[in-house]
T-cell receptor, first 109, second 115 residues
């Protein structure tokens, strides 16, 4: 049961901003939007999460639409080390975060 | 210091054997998890433990038995291994807060190969 939909893959240029879209049209009021990424052969890594306000941390920015049906993860200056599978997940604190297929992001020099 | 550490990193074994994977976290988190990532790369939750108590069991066969001796450890024992058990198993932990419940820190994974 996919609760979010993301593009299968995308390319971006090194040094440019990477904008990763995610649709979560069935998100409920108490569910957050979480972003994780998994670099090849490593464990998943938490990036950022938000409820309804935009959020920013040292890794990325998260822009959530006013109706909360979609969001965008922004990597401000993509580097080759940002090549990974990025997962957008909606969920509440129910201790069973479900990962979908994610977006394979390739950063090209 | 590794926040979530798993051992072994690689495990190759024969069908029918019993094996264990150990996990330890030094983050002071209350909740620990086991996830399975198969060859198609989907990450699936198997178990969640909160303060050593099982809170989530996602219809995992009872050949899989997690054990949490204390809040910092969650081990996974697998009996009578089958070919389909071949996967990468990830341990994770999360802190006890409303929004933080799903902010997981993952280990590096343990790749199990059943021959």
């Amino acid at each position: 049961d996919a609760k979010t939909t993301q593009p299968t893959s995308m390319d971006c240029a090194e040094g440019r901003a990477a904008n990763l879209p995610c649709n979560h049209s069935t998100i409920s009021g108490n569910e957050y939007v979480y972003w994780y990424r998994q670099i090849h052969s490593q464990g998943p890594q938490y990036i950022i999460h938000g409820l309804k306000n935009n959020e920013t941390n040292e890794m990325a920015s998260l822009i959530i639409t006013e109706d909360r049906k979609s969001s965008t993860l922004i990597l401000p200056h993509a580097t080759l080390r940002d090549t990974a599978v990025y997962y957008c997940i909606s969920g509440s604190n129910d201790y069973k975060l479900s990962f979908g297929a994610g977006t394979t992001v390739t950063v090209r020099a | 210091d590794t926040a979530v550490s798993q051992t072994p990193k690689y495990l190759v074994t024969q069908m029918g054997n019993d094996k264990s994977i150990k996990c330890e976290q030094n983050l002071g988190h209350d909740t620990m998890y086991w996830y399975k990532q198969d060859s198609k790369k989907f990450l699936k939750i198997m178990f969640s433990y909160n303060n050593k108590e099982l809170i989530i069991n996602e219809t995992v066969p009872n050949r899989f038995s997690p054990k949490s001796p204390d809040k910092a450890h969650l081990n996974l024992h697998i009996n009578s291994l089958e070919l389909g058990d071949s996967a990468v198993y990830f341990c994770a932990s999360s802190p006890p807060s409303a929004a933080g419940a799903n902010v997981l820190t993952f280990g590096a994974g343990s790749r199990l190969t059943v021959l």
